[in-house]
């Protein structure tokens, strides 16, 4: 008996040291990894490293600078934020289901997860301005308006799919990012590809359009337009393209460029907006509209697309998504002045205010200052290739955030300028490929904006069944029970 106690006690003594030892591999690799990405992670003025971790079926847990202790709103934010996302691969190297960073809390003297510790701003809260116009506010009189949130209706470019009444929210990460010594990727170099690129380049060329046309309405926290070529027609500067027919006067409030203009709607079209845009190359371009929002606006106004000689009609519900630029479809134009878009004060909700502002074509180059370092010149960089941070700023979102946070902080904020259908029937899909260590290994995630949404996460499958057997089977089950 004495020596079987005595072989159980040796076995138990050489698995502990195969632990240990297993322990102390996956602490250098974390700290090597760590290491590696210095040059993409925020700068702290004190060395962040792994002293231990232990391992469980549901989560490989790492404990940071044991010997240090925490207040709360002590670390940077966009460094908290970015460690996740950078070490989450050893949840499939560890088979364990996720990844969890903790530190020792200086006031209770425990271990919390490193969110508690993160000196995260308020999320601001969207409130419409009350603008002054002499229109009544009237509900919304049409049956389909949850179509309009982005495009909808007869002869709208917009699908009728499975994933009608839908919105999705795409983060693709990543992207130029000014560090405070200029714009660097959050990503290094490899196997010859940068994954703050290819991340926006496959939801810009592929999962935008999948979703698209399967009827949903989809957002993106970063540049959509692969186009570098941006032509805005603005109704305060005539020579960009600006025209009008019929009464139009000046808004209440400030638009963009300076003014909006305001039409009276009517069940018979009496006044237009013209738009034509000086095209100098042809091709590919989104097209966004911008209004300032209001209670007293319709719901229905028309857009009326000249391309190529070509027409599409789009309709774009004014109520809502105020002050940012709104993308009503892709279409191919080409070069020159023979292209216009006309919007019309034609609706069925007469007697409201019609808003004439301004039309984009194209992504453009960002010449948005980082709004941190306001001191240095923009990225001068193709704007879908900027980050969250810069695109959000584009987008009027009026919080300075770091990064990583800015992503779900934005769509938040943009969805709660929508309609409280759209917030409760939206989806966010986080997509990333987890090549900053070289593994290469896909990772998404997605959860429901709004409090209280689960989270799901992939580490290891392609994309296509992740988009088929998780994110598209939840929306067309309705995802129950958040919606």
């Keep these: 008996m004495n020596k079987f106690y005595s072989i159980l006690f040796t076995l138990f003594i050489v698995n502990a040291n195969i ?76 088979q364990a289901k996720s990844v969890l960073l903790f530190a020792k809390d200086q006031s209770s003297q425990t271990y919390k997860t490193l969110n508690y510790f993160a000196n995260h701003p308020e999320t601001p809260i969207y409130k419409a301005p009350k603008n002054n116009e002499a229109h009544p ?32 929210w795409l983060s693709p990460g990543h992207g130029w990012h000014n560090t405070g010594s200029g714009f660097v990727t959050q990503r290094g170099t490899s196997n010859e590809i940068v994954e703050d690129f290819t991340t926006i380049e496959s939801i810009n060329n592929y999962l935008l359009y999948y979703l698209t046309n399967a009827g949903a309405n989809v957002w993106s926290v970063r540049e959509r337009d692969v186009n570098t070529n941006e032509i805005i027609v603005d109704n305060d500067v005539p020579s960009s393209g600006y025209s009008e027919t019929g009464t139009w006067t000046v808004g209440s409030l400030a638009g963009y460029g300076g003014t909006y203009k305001v039409a009276t709607a009517s069940a018979t079209e009496n006044a237009t907006a013209i ?28 857009y009326t697309i000249i391309h190529s000689g070509d027409t599409s009609v789009v309709k774009v519900n004014q109520e809502i998504h105020s002050d940012t630029w709104v993308y009503v479809g892709q279409f191919y134009f080409t070069a020159g002045t023979n ?20 039309v984009r074509l194209g ?31 584009f987008q009027k979102y009026p919080t300075c955030t770091e990064d990583v946070s800015v992503r779900p902080k934005y769509a938040e904020y943009e969805a709660t300028k929508g309609t409280s259908s759209e917030l409760n029937n939206s989806v966010y899909v986080s997509f990333h490929t987890n090549g900053g260590g070289g593994t290469g290994t896909e990772t998404y995630s997605y959860n429901g904006l709004g409090s209280g949404r689960p989270t799901i996460t992939a580490g290891s499958t392609t994309l296509r069944d992740f988009i088929h057997n998780q994110i598209i089977a939840d929306i067309r089950g309705g995802w129950k029970p958040t919606w």
């Design 19 to 94: 632990s240990s030892a297993q322990n102390s591999t996956l602490i250098k690799e974390v700290n090597d990894l760590i290491k590696s990405e210095n040059e993409h992670l925020p700068k702290l003025n004190f060395q962040f490293l792994v002293d231990s971790v232990s391992i469980n079926e549901e989560s490989f847990n790492i404990f940071f600078n044991c010997r240090q202790s925490f207040t709360k709103n002590s670390l940077p934010a966009d460094y908290v934020e970015m460690l996740p996302e950078l070490l989450l691969r050893f949840a499939e190297k560890t």
């Design 275 to 302: 738009y034509v845009p000086n095209v100098t190359q042809s091709g590919l371009y989104w097209v966004s509209v911008r209004c300032i929002a209001g209670s007293n606006r319709p719901t229905d106004v028309s």
């Design 363 to 393: 992504g453009g180059i960002g010449a948005t200052l980082d709004c941190l370092n306001t001191g240095q010149p923009a990225s001068g960089r193709a704007r879908m290739d900027e980050s969250a941070r810069q695109y959000a700023i």
């Design 137 to 168: 506010d009237i509900n919304a009189q049409t049956s389909n308006v949850v179509t309009r949130v982005f495009p909808g209706g007869t002869g709208s470019p917009i699908a009728n799919g499975v994933l009608a009444g839908k919105t999705v």
């Design 339 to 358: 292209n216009k878009i006309i919007q019309s004060n034609f609706s069925a909700e007469v007697g409201q205010a019609v808003i004439a502002d301004a």
